[in-house]
Structures are given as C-alpha cells and as structure tokens.
C-alpha cells in the first residue's frame, strides 16, 4: 500500500452543513508503461498453415486487450459510504471468514450485491471509520519521511492513544462530573484523556491499480484520498480537490512501471439562495439568543463607575523579604489616600502579615510570605482642583522582627506608590531604619529590644501633614537595610475607556496628570542613572595611565619648544 504523492498537499475546510452531505468524485485513468518498449514479434513466415497462425494471432491479441472498465474509473462516493474491494469479496462472501459483527454485515451486504448483478466499482473502493485498515493506518503513522524511522518512547506511547470518536460507557461521564480528581484512574481511562480528545472520523478513497485479471491483491492497493472529520465541523481533504490542478500520478513498481493518473473533485449539492438565507436567519436568531443567555448569566448587578470617577482596584502580594538582620520578621502596611482620593466603607487600608522565619537563600535569608490583600479605590476629578497636579496613592509599610521573648525590633521602612498604569507590576523595594550613636544603642537593641522609630511613618517621604516649604533632615541618621518584593495586579475601570464625548477628553486628561505624578518620579531615576554613569565613567578615566590620557588630548594644549 502507498500513500499519495508527497506533492500531493492537503487542505482543511470548514462547514456548518451536516458532513453527511458531502460526496466526492474520483476519476482514475491508465497512462501508460513508464518502461522501455518491449521488443515486437517478427511476422510469421509464409507457408502452408499460414491463415491459421494469422487467426491465432489476432485471437491472442483480442484476447490481451483490456476492456474499457480496466483503463479508466469514475466513481461518485458520499462521506462513509462503503464500496467494497475485490479482495473483499472474496473474503467475505466465505461466512467461516466472518468473525466480528462488522464482518457478518459485510457478508450480508455482498450476498445483496450478488443477487443484484455484482458491484459496480472495479478498481475503487473506499475503507470507512470502522474498517479494520483505519486503525492500522492510525497506529503505524510514521513521523519523519525516512524508511529506516524507529519510533520513539513517546511516539509509541501516543500510538496508543486513539483521538477518533471514543464509545464511551455513560457510568463513566456521570461520574466524571461529581469526581474532578479520579484518585485510581484505569488504563482505558489514561489513554482517553492523555491528550485533548476532538473526536474524529477517517474515510480513505483507495485504488486497485494491479494488472489485468489480477484485482484483489493487497500488494496493488493504493491511497488515493484520505478524509478526516472533527466534531467542529473541520474537513481535512489529503491530496487536495483537483480543481484547476493538474492531476495527480502514480507511478507504480516494478518492471512495467505503469504510470496512473487521477482527479478528486467535489460532487456535493450545492445549496440554493433560498435555503441559504434561510440558513442565515436560523443562526443570526440562534447567536441572538445566545447572546440573551450570556447577558442573562452576567446579569445587572455588574457596578459601574460614576461619570468622571476612576476605580482602581489592586490585588496585591507581599512576596518576600531578604537581606535583614534578625530572623522572624512580619511587615506592618497601610495605604494613605491624597485628597480626591476615597475607598468604599468596608475597605480595610492596612494590615499585617504572618511571622515568618528566614531561609538562606544565597548570600541572604529570605522569608517568603505571600500574603495576598486587596485594596479598591476611587478617583474623582474636583473642578476646583482641575489645574492641580494631583497625586497618587502611597502604601507604606514596616518590617519588625520578633525576639525568643516576643520583643520586637524594627527592621527598615519603606515606601511603595502605586502603579499608574493596568497590569502586573512586580516591584522591590530597599528599607532603611533610624539609628543611634554608640555601643549602648545596639547592645539595648540586641538584648532588650529597645530601638528607634518613627511615630509618623509618613515620614518615610514627606509627610501629608507637613505644609512648609522646606522639610529639613538634618541630623537624622539612619542605616540601609534590606528589601521587600511586592507583586500587585491593578485594574482600572472607568467609563471614560468607553465614552466618546467631551467627558472622555476631560478624563483622559485626568489621566494624563495622575500619570505625571509617576512621570517626575520616573525622570529623577533617569537622572540619578546619568549621575551613577558619569562617576563611574570618571573613575575609570582615573584608573588610566597618564601618558595614555596625555597622548588623547587635543593638540592644541601641547607645549611648545624653545
């Protein structure tokens, strides 16, 4: 058995039409010998039985002609219809052959066909979904175009796994829907469910091309055409519909090399105007019910925002915290509202996470909190305040540590200003804490727990309270600490996303200036880079010779001789 030509490629379509509908014509033709000439007998001699050897001659060359049926075929097949081959009914006409049901229906079918004066195909036939060769052909599909191809671990396991339509028992559904994990799955079980299962149909379009007067052979059976059928309607056609094409060859084996020619083409009924738009009022009434239905499920307690007024909503992680001193820590936050800035009555604005002990982790211990909170707010835009630049939500926060004696120490503070644009946002953030001069200090912090803080931890930046102009520092002194590592997912729902009015411009700017606030925050980083860049810069011109320094400097500042 061979498969098409390699040139032969496939194509996939898609129908809304019942697959039973779909019928295929074949046309299948002899060319001829692909081989040398062979040599021609020379006349016979004349001589006295002269007219009998002429007569027994054209008898031998009558009798050599093939009929008309043997060069040349069309047949017309709809999807899984069965045409049975000639070494199928030879097979099953002998009822001590037929073993399965399938085989006992087969030799019912062609007793039929006998009385009814035989079949009508010669040279092609079909194998349907349930033929004995479509599971062969399923099992033994090779995946490099090698002859010598030995399959793999895998692919030999994935050759157990059928994804054609699967008969399964209806005690095993049900049960499928009450159990989500199946704790002593079957055999039968794991290759259903080894890989997405889209049930699939096969149909192959097959031709005896063996010589004259020798049909029924496995040897001369070719694949003409494979058809395959997923439950979404998907029709995948190898070698493709003919059309326009050339037809596809087959050149066979061996020493004649007879060369085969034939056409695929699609014989379906083609629908009419009528039922066609008759067709699209059907689905255009099924979507918009289906449309009803999802709008019924989402129902109207879906909560929109106010005009004029963002929501933003965060759902935050606290991840870990490393670097710092003493093991045990938790962290302490709460999230301060600027003005215009509101949450709803039930929203808590802090909290605190577990105690957690350290890991190492590298050249750090790590504690590794994942503590997940919430945090929903609302911005409105005031119109005395239009011109302002406003600002955009702070979450500050502490990391304490515990003693043996439940005593704690601070550990650093920090500061972490939400993120003005929608999505995930993975940030860590560095901490210091406030600390005293000489040994008594970090003797007390040690022992007794004792340490300094802060008791406006606003004052990690500058304070809401303060109103002056200048916020002076002098003479605080603080140590760099450790760091905390946030994971946040924030959203953003506003009805200026949707509306196309002057409300959607006036929002937009809103937008714009809450975006500034991060804008000037991310302009002082780039700053603070060019800075970082510039010293080491200098430093590395440092760091060179001097004679290498001098001879790159402009000629001009070279001294002159005497």
């Not at 039929?112 to 092609?124: D, P, S, Y």
Request: proline share 7%.
């Amino acid at each position: 058995m061979a498969e098409p030509p390699c040139s032969a490629g496939g194509a996939v379509y898609r129908s809304r039409d019942p697959v039973r509908n779909l019928r295929l014509r074949v046309r299948i033709q002899r060319l001829t010998s692909a081989g040398p000439l062979l040599p021609q007998a020379p006349p016979p001699l004349a001589s006295p039985r002269g007219p009998e050897l002429l007569g027994l001659a054209e008898r031998a060359v009558r009798g050599a002609r093939r009929p008309p049926e043997e060069e040349q075929e069309e047949a017309e097949v709809g999807w899984q219809e069965k045409l049975f081959s000639q070494f199928e009914v030879d097979l099953y006409q002998n009822e001590s052959a037929c073993q399965t049901p399938l085989d006992r229906q087969y030799h019912a079918e062609i007793l039929k066909l006998e009385k009814a004066g035989g079949r009508k195909n010669c040279r092609i036939f079909t194998y349907t979904d349930h033929d004995r060769f479509t599971n062969l052909e399923e099992h033994c599909q090779k995946v490099t175009d090698s002859d010598h191809e030995v399959p793999s671990y895998l692919a030999e396991r994935m050759a157990n796994v059928r994804r054609r339509r699967q008969d399964r028992r209806p005690v095993e559904a049900s049960s499928l829907k009450s159990k989500i994990i199946t704790w002593e799955p079957s055999e039968e079980f794991i290759k259903n469910n080894h890989v997405i299962n889209t049930p699939v149909q096969t149909m192959y379009i097959m031709g005896d091309l063996g010589p004259y007067g020798k049909l029924g052979h496995r040897d001369y059976e070719h694949v003409l055409c494979t058809i395959k059928v997923d439950g979404n309607g998907v029709i995948t056609v190898k070698p493709d519909f003919t059309g326009t094409k050339e037809p596809y060859r087959i050149e066979l084996d061996g020493e004649k090399r007879e060369v085969w020619k034939y056409t695929i083409e699609n014989a379906s009924v083609q629908v009419q105007p009528e039922e066609e738009e008759r067709e699209q009022r059907v689905f255009r009434d099924l979507y918009g019910r289906h449309k009803e239905y999802l709008s019924g499920l989402v129902g109207s307690e879906f909560e929109m925002t106010l005009p004029g007024t963002l929501r933003l909503f965060v759902n935050g992680e606290i991840v870990s915290a490393q670097g710092y001193e003493y093991d045990n820590l938790y962290v302490h936050f709460f999230l301060e509202l600027p003005d215009q800035w509101s949450s709803p009555a039930l929203q808590q604005l802090s909290g605190v996470t577990q105690t957690c002990a350290t890991k190492a982790v590298g050249w750090d211990n790590v504690a590794h909190f994942c503590y997940p909170f919430t945090l929903e707010m609302f911005f409105t835009q005031g119109d005395e305040a239009e011109d302002s630049l406003p600002q955009w939500p702070v979450l500050y926060f502490e990391v304490l540590s515990l003693d043996f004696w439940q005593r704690y120490r601070v550990e650093g503070y920090g500061s972490l200003v939400l993120p003005a644009s929608p999505g995930l946002h993975a940030l860590t953030i560095p901490t210091w804490r406030p600390v005293e001069l000489g040994t008594v200090a970090e003797l007390r912090r040690f022992f007794i727990g004792g340490s300094p803080e802060l008791e406006d931890i606003t004052y990690v930046r500058t304070p809401s309270t303060f109103k002056g102009s200048r916020l002076s520092r002098l003479g605080f002194r603080t140590e760099t600490t450790g760091s905390v590592t946030f994971r946040l997912y924030c959203l953003q729902q506003s009805k200026a996303f949707l509306e196309t009015s002057a409300l959607r411009q006036r929002m937009q700017s809103v937008l714009d200036r809450l975006g500034g606030f991060s804008q000037q925050c991310s302009v002082y980083s780039v700053l603070e880079a060019f800075q970082r860049a510039r010293r080491r810069m200098q430093e590395a011109r440092q760091s060179l010779p001097q004679d290498l320094i001098s001879t790159s400097a402009p000629a001009g500042h070279h001294p002159q001789e005497p």
